[in-house]
């Protein structure tokens, strides 16, 4: 069955343009709490996680709470390969999924027919696969005609739509969610909030980034709270919410 298993995980981003003894810099490791580092070559270090260490299994929707900045984007991207451990390790068990970046692998010059088919083949999709959901996909997304049309003449909230239609016409396993996405206009948001539920009913293991309580109480069953790169807690939704709270005061 899918599961996640970190140990010490950590990841740290050289920001090369900021120099280490540059007068911005100074500043901001006085308030980055020791998050923000220069190498001995002088190359700006900024500790995203920081030794975070869980295990999740088959069942579990995990909710990723903490302020802006705290590691849960960060943490979203390594468990979708986009980023690697700096130190420590993570084991994904699991086809993942990630609706973070919904423009991600989208060609303005290819029609949006043709970016079903590159989206779809990055997402890990046969060539069967695709042949077998493009016309579901294409009815979803409500675009009719405009399939047919490279994508650089869409709008914003076109081109959103027919990535979220593609996004979730696949299964995954392991499902990675930065909040939730409003979907193009009034209409179309309805439908896709359905969508999204019964996408995330699919998978096996979820994990959701929001600064929404309400969304995490009725969504998750584990919380883990980030901060500063660090693993604060991880366990019960309400206990973890509750402790979350009170740190603000």
């Known amino acids: 069955m899918p599961f996640v298993k970190a140990n010490n995980l950590s990841v740290e981003m050289p920001i090369y343009e900021l120099s280490g003894r540059s007068m911005k810099m100074q500043l901001l490791k006085k308030l980055s709490t ?11 270090i900024v500790k995203a996680l ?4 869980f295990e999740v299994h088959d069942g579990d929707r995990v ?10 984007s960060t943490l979203l991207r390594v468990l979708g390969g986009i980023y690697e451990p700096s130190a420590g390790n993570i084991v994904v ?8 970046e919904m423009g ?22 046969s060539s069967e696969e695709i042949s077998a959901k493009t016309p579901e996909i294409a009815e979803f997304t409500d675009l009719g005609d405009y399939l047919h049309l490279p994508i650089k003449t869409y709008s914003s909230g076109m081109r959103v739509r027919l990535a979220f239609a593609i996004s979730t016409a696949i299964h995954a396993e392991l499902l990675l ?3 939730i996405i409003g979907v193009g206009d009034a209409a179309f948001i309805g439908k896709a ?3 999204l539920k019964e996408f995330q009913q699919r998978a096996n293991i979820v994990f ?11 969504m998750c069953n584990k919380v883990m709270w980030l901060d500063a790169g660090e693993l604060r807690y991880f366990g019960d939704v309400k206990e973890g919410l509750k402790v979350y709270s009170e740190s603000f005061y």
Do not use: C, F
């Open 34 to 44: 020791g998050r923000i580092n220069a190498s001995p070559t002088g190359v700006t």
């Open 50 to 53: 920081q030794n975070v260490s």
């Open 63 to 72: 909710g990723l709470i903490g302020r802006n900045g705290s590691g849960k």
């Open 93 to 100: 068990d699991g086809k993942a999924v990630a609706l973070l």
């Open 104 to 125: 991600l692998g989208m060609d303005d010059t290819l029609t949006g027919y043709q970016n079903i088919k590159l989206r779809g083949m990055l997402l890990g999709m």
């Open 177 to 179: 969610l930065d909040e």
């Open 193 to 195: 909030n359905t969508r």
């Open 208 to 218: 959701l980034a929001s600064h929404s309580n309400d969304i995490i109480a009725e």
